[in-house]
């Protein structure tokens, strides 16, 4: 068992994804990987994602996530992990590759985070506004969604779940949760009490196949108050919440040139942590990045480097609360220096990461 985690998102391995691999979308016009297999057609696209399986994530990169000093991996896997069949969409396997990924952990002495991170019919993802698609949530509508979320997870438990390497499974990313607004007003997205019953179910199958000390994540769905007196009974053991703590959009956008705003969002951070833990869970924050507001338009690319360094180092002293930390994401095509950690971690003293 890891005992503080400090670790990196292996996002855009096996769910592609344009900001993370844009080489994969160039000159198709597609946004996602439906209109990636659309635009290409089956056989292309299976061969132009079995190569990026192959080259994206590496021994080397495992290599050097330890050298820096992470310990652990947050590796998101879609519902087709295993692969899958049927309608216009095939989807190969990518599960060859995380056993690659639990290899290369293990012999660099890391820990890896399951998280299944999409479902049929679409979860949403409340790390995006509520104006975007992405923030659609038809899963809990859909007439298998639930059944294959559940097999893929107990799949995933039953391979993995003894291993040494596994630090534990997140039984769903970051769902649109559905809240009350005023006396007779809900929010879009999924029922509360849906949620709350697949969690349950998810937990009695992935612990079936594994040991206490593993653990099972589940997200805070961005309202962390909402789960008082979740799973709180003595057969649930080892159970954890997921905070994603983002600070450049809408509602929490925080300009950190202003004087107060790095402040804000530090207080910000240690809040949400704070009302998470109230529920009796420790906390994980799933994903974070170096991204904020620079609304200046002065400010020149040194600048913005000097503080975004300050910015991640004060994030990272929010988080002295939390159990532990996940960066979005280990790299990306393009280096962007707000996500990448290899660009955005990189000046920060070994001392600081740990």
Same mark, same amino acid.
Not at 113 to 135: C, K, W, Y
Not at 236 to 246: A, F, I, K, P
Not at 288 to 295: D, E, F, G, T
Not at 307 to 322: G, K, M, N, P, Q
């Given at each position: ?10 996002? !855009?391995?096996?769910?592609?994804? @344009? ?34 399986? +192959?080259?994206?994530?590496? $021994?080397? *990169? ?6 820096? !000093? ?7 896997? @879609? ?18 590759? /995380? =056993? ?6 293990? #012999?660099? %002495? ?17 790390? +995006? ?8 949530? *038809? ?11 559940? +097999? ?22 970051? @769902? ?27 937990? =009695?199958? /992935?612990?079936?196949?594994? @040991?206490? =000390? ?7 769905? !961005? ?25 450049? %959009? *809408?509602? #929490? ?13 530090? $207080? ?5 942590? #704070? ?10 924050? !799933? +994903? ?16 913005? =480097? ?15 609360? &939390? ?14 220096? &707000? ?9 920060? $003293? ?5």
């Amino acid at each position: 068992m890891v005992e503080r985690i400090h670790g990196v998102n292996l996002s !855009g391995w096996f769910i592609p994804e @344009p900001w993370v691999s844009p080489s994969l979308f160039a000159a198709t016009g597609a946004s996602n990987e439906v209109e990636l297999q659309q635009a290409l057609g089956s056989a292309v696209y299976s061969e132009r994602l079995r190569q990026h399986y +192959e080259t994206f994530i590496t $021994e080397f *990169d495992f290599n050097r996530m330890a050298a820096i !000093g992470f310990n652990a991996v947050r590796l998101p896997v @879609p519902w087709y992990v295993f692969g899958a069949q049927g309608g216009a969409v095939a989807h190969i396997p990518a599960v060859d590759y /995380v =056993d690659r990924a639990m290899e290369w952990a293990e #012999k660099y %002495r890391m820990a890896v985070l399951l998280d299944l991170a999409t479902v049929p019919g679409g979860q949403g993802d409340s790390n +995006e506004s509520a104006t975007t698609p992405e923030t659609i949530a *038809d899963w809990h509508s859909s007439t298998n969604g639930r059944a294959v979320a559940l +097999e893929v997870l107990d799949k995933l438990a039953e391979r993995y779940g003894k291993r040494p390497g596994l630090l534990g499974i997140e039984l769903l990313d970051s @769902p649109v949760m559905s809240v009350r607004r005023g006396l007779f007003n809900m929010t879009q997205g999924i029922p509360s009490h849906y949620l709350r019953n697949y969690y349950r179910d998810a937990y =009695d199958l /992935v612990r079936a196949h594994m @040991p206490a =000390d593993k653990l099972v994540v589940f997200s805070a769905s !961005g309202h962390p108050e909402m789960w008082k007196r979740f799973m709180s009974g003595d057969k649930y053991q080892n159970v954890w919440m997921d905070l994603h703590l983002y600070h450049y %959009r *809408d509602d #929490k956008a925080i300009d950190i040139t202003s004087p107060r705003g790095i402040s804000q969002a530090v $207080e910000r951070n240690r809040t949400l942590i #704070k009302t998470a833990r109230s529920c009796g869970f420790p906390v994980l924050v !799933g +994903e974070w990045s170096a991204a904020a507001v620079l609304s200046s338009s002065t400010v020149t690319p040194e600048g913005r =480097d000097a503080y975004e360094r300050v910015f991640i180092s004060s994030e990272l002293a929010s988080f002295s609360d &939390a159990s532990g930390w996940f960066f979005q994401t280990w790299k990306t095509e393009k280096r962007i220096p &707000a996500w990448d950690a290899r660009v955005a971690l990189a000046p920060l $003293e070994r001392a600081m990461i740990d």
